[in-house]
C-alpha cells in the first residue's frame, strides 16, 4: 500500500511535507477502515449469540432438555467472553489516557510547591 502510494506520488514536483502529510491521512484511513470492520464483526458475533441464547432459553422453557441447557452454557459462556474482552479493552483504554494526559493534579501541586519554596528562599 505505501509502496504503491509512493510509486505514485513521489514525483519530483510534489513537496516532500505535502507527500508526508497524504501518507499520513492514507495510513489513517485504512486503521480506520481495519477498526470499522473488526467492530463489525465483533457487534455481529454477539447479535448472533445473543440471538442463539434466546431461541435455547425458548427451546430449554419448552422441553426441560439437559443438552439444550449445556449448549445455552455454552453459549453465555462465549457471550461472557466477548463482554471481558470489552471491558479488558475499555480498561486499558483508560490507563493510556490516564498515563498520556498524565497526573495533572499531582503536576501543579509539585509546581506550586516548588514556586513556594522558592519564594521562601528569596525572602529569608
Same mark, same amino acid.
Given at each position: 500500500?505505501?509502496? %504503491?502510494?509512493?510509486?505514485?506520488?513521489? *514525483?519530483?514536483?510534489?513537496?516532500? !511535507?505535502? &507527500?508526508?502529510?497524504?501518507?499520513?491521512?492514507? =495510513?489513517?484511513?485504512?486503521?480506520?477502515?481495519? *477498526?470499522?470492520?473488526?467492530?463489525? =464483526? %465483533?457487534?455481529?458475533?454477539?447479535? +448472533?449469540?445473543?440471538? /442463539?441464547?434466546?431461541?435455547?432459553? =425458548? *427451546?430449554?422453557?419448552?422441553?426441560?432438555?439437559?443438552? =439444550?441447557?449445556?449448549?445455552?452454557?455454552? +453459549?453465555?459462556?462465549?457471550?461472557?467472553? &466477548?463482554?471481558?474482552?470489552?471491558? /479488558?479493552? !475499555?480498561?486499558?483504554?483508560?490507563?493510556?489516557?490516564?498515563? *498520556?494526559?498524565?497526573?495533572?493534579?499531582?503536576? &501543579?501541586?509539585?509546581?506550586?510547591?516548588?514556586?513556594?519554596?522558592? /519564594?521562601?528562599?528569596?525572602?529569608?
Amino acid at each position: 500500500m505505501i509502496s %504503491h502510494f509512493l510509486t505514485l506520488n513521489d *514525483t519530483p514536483t510534489t513537496n516532500i !511535507v505535502t &507527500l508526508w502529510e497524504t501518507l499520513k491521512a492514507l =495510513v489513517r484511513g485504512q486503521f480506520i477502515a481495519i *477498526t470499522a470492520r473488526q467492530n463489525a =464483526v %465483533h457487534r455481529d458475533k454477539r447479535q +448472533q449469540l445473543e440471538d /442463539e441464547i434466546q431461541a435455547l432459553e =425458548v *427451546t430449554h422453557r419448552q422441553t426441560g432438555s439437559l443438552a =439444550v441447557r449445556r449448549q445455552l452454557t455454552i +453459549q453465555q459462556k462465549q457471550l461472557r467472553a &466477548l463482554d471481558e474482552d470489552k471491558a /479488558e479493552y !475499555v480498561i486499558l483504554r483508560t490507563k493510556k489516557k490516564f498515563y *498520556t494526559g498524565g497526573n495533572r493534579a499531582g503536576l &501543579l501541586l509539585a509546581h506550586r510547591l516548588r514556586t513556594q519554596i522558592a /519564594e521562601r528562599r528569596w525572602q529569608n
